[in-house]
């Protein structure tokens, strides 16, 4: 008796409901690649050529290194610009799966939806490790990557969850824009490199979708104090992040010095922070901050979250 009645709640306890989290699961399994398929063999990277969009690497606003020299830096910041996204997706991931984890009896599609993500930012993080090492061994000297990922994830993580899925949003925008605006219309970078960034591209793009939801079920009755409050703490990330970009600025302009042989002047030196801080800044933050579609999330939280974005943001353009 007690056999049959739990086999009765088994089979009549979970409907599979959707609300759009179908399609994004479906969408999402369409793209779905292999890191063997991205990566290795004989698909090597091209050390003669530029791997980023010089809309997001600025290393032409420079004038005192050659034209190798630029060339080499701009390597530099694609090394960094992986580096990096693998370390965001180092506090993305548990995240997503703490978001999910409270509601797996509630709609099977939001669910697989969600560890689809899950995965795919997992699988992320291991293909920039395996990039590292292509990179380390092709390039020929060493290039500091902020971090640790387990500090930055923690430091970021102490913040209210709202916070944390509104500077994960900004983070998929920004590199939805990356690939649309810059990098896929670039006949100059590698080849190799610009296939990673588009089959990254390729699975962001639903991670953009999931996370909207995200905002928008954790934004679900909030008082405007406590949206406020988010926007506070999405600042403050935004603050954390910033202070990584100026220490990844340095960590650059060491690498360029280690792999030209080159020591550069005061005045070099002032120059080189001035113009790649900047580009740090539109790469990381200001090109997510001012995309329209976070914008309109933004707008949706009402409160004042708009307003108190758009007086930020010029400072990272
Ligand atoms: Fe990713
Ligand atoms: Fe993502």
Same mark, same amino acid.
Not at 81 to 86: C, H, K, S, W
Not at 148 to 171: G, M, N, R, Y
Not at 211 to 224: F, I, N, P, Q, W
Not at 260 to 266: E, N
């Given at each position: 008796?007690?056999?049959?009645?739990?086999?009765?709640?088994?089979?009549? *306890?979970?409907?599979?409901?959707?609300?759009?989290?179908?399609?994004?699961?479906?969408?999402?399994?369409?793209?779905?690649?292999?890191?063997?398929?991205?990566?290795?063999?004989?698909?090597?990277?091209?050390?003669?050529?530029?791997?980023?969009?010089? =809309?997001? *690497?600025?290393?032409?606003?420079?004038?005192?290194?050659?034209?190798?020299?630029?060339?080499?830096?701009?390597?530099?910041?694609?090394?960094?610009?992986?580096?990096?996204?693998?370390?965001?997706?180092?506090?993305?991931?548990?995240?997503?799966?703490?978001?999910?984890?409270?509601?797996?009896?509630?709609?099977?599609?939001?669910?697989?939806?969600?560890?689809?993500?899950?995965?795919?930012?997992?699988?992320?993080?291991?293909?920039?490790?395996?990039?590292?090492?292509?990179?380390?061994?092709?390039?020929?000297?060493?290039?500091?990557?902020?971090?640790?990922? =387990?500090?930055?994830?923690?430091?970021?993580?102490?913040?209210?969850? &709202?916070?944390?899925?509104?500077?994960?949003?900004?983070?998929?925008?920004?590199?939805?824009?990356?690939?649309?605006?810059?990098?896929?219309?670039?006949?100059?970078?590698?080849?190799?490199?610009?296939?990673?960034?588009?089959?990254?591209? &390729?699975?962001? =793009?639903?991670?953009?979708?999931?996370?909207?939801?995200?905002?928008?079920?954790?934004?679900?009755?909030?008082?405007?104090? *406590?949206?406020?409050?988010?926007?506070?703490?999405?600042?403050?990330?935004?603050?954390?992040?910033?202070?990584?970009?100026?220490?990844?600025?340095?960590?650059?302009?060491?690498?360029?010095?280690?792999?030209?042989?080159?020591?550069?002047?005061?005045?070099?030196?002032? *120059?080189?922070?001035?113009?790649?801080?900047?580009?740090?800044?539109?790469?990381?933050?200001?090109?997510?901050?001012?995309?329209?579609?976070?914008?309109?999330?933004?707008?949706?939280?009402?409160?004042?979250?708009?307003?108190?974005?758009?007086?930020?943001?010029?400072?990272?353009?």
């Amino acid at each position: 008796m007690l056999g049959a009645g739990i086999i009765d709640s088994i089979t009549n *306890a979970r409907p599979a409901v959707s609300g759009g989290f179908r399609d994004t699961l479906v969408a999402s399994q369409k793209v779905n690649w292999r890191i063997e398929d991205i990566i290795g063999g004989d698909k090597r990277l091209d050390f003669t050529k530029p791997f980023m969009p010089e =809309a997001l *690497a600025r290393v032409q606003e420079l004038s005192f290194p050659s034209a190798d020299e630029k060339r080499i830096l701009n390597q530099i910041r694609g090394n960094a610009y992986l580096g990096i996204f693998g370390l965001v997706e180092e506090f993305i991931l548990p995240f997503v799966l703490d978001h999910v984890r409270p509601t797996l009896d509630q709609d099977d599609f939001r669910v697989r939806a969600f560890l689809q993500f899950a995965g795919e930012e997992a699988k992320h993080i291991q293909l920039f490790k395996v990039f590292s090492d292509e990179f380390c061994e092709g390039f020929g000297s060493e290039c500091r990557i902020i971090g640790p990922p =387990a500090e930055v994830a923690s430091a970021v993580l102490a913040h209210q969850p &709202l916070a944390v899925a509104l500077a994960i949003l900004h983070i998929e925008w920004m590199s939805q824009r990356h690939y649309i605006e810059s990098i896929k219309g670039d006949i100059e970078i590698d080849l190799q490199f610009k296939s990673l960034l588009k089959n990254h591209w &390729l699975e962001e =793009a639903q991670h953009a979708k999931l996370d909207t939801r995200m905002v928008e079920s954790l934004s679900e009755g909030l008082s405007d104090e *406590a949206i406020t409050a988010a926007i506070d703490g999405f600042l403050a990330i935004g603050g954390f992040l910033d202070e990584g970009l100026k220490q990844q600025t340095v960590f650059d302009m060491e690498a360029l010095e280690r792999a030209t042989g080159r020591t550069l002047t005061v005045e070099e030196r002032e *120059a080189f922070v001035a113009t790649q801080l900047q580009a740090n800044r539109w790469t990381y933050i200001g090109s997510g901050m001012i995309h329209p579609k976070f914008k309109q999330t933004l707008d949706r939280l009402g409160s004042d979250a708009s307003k108190r974005i758009a007086e930020v943001a010029p400072a990272f353009e």
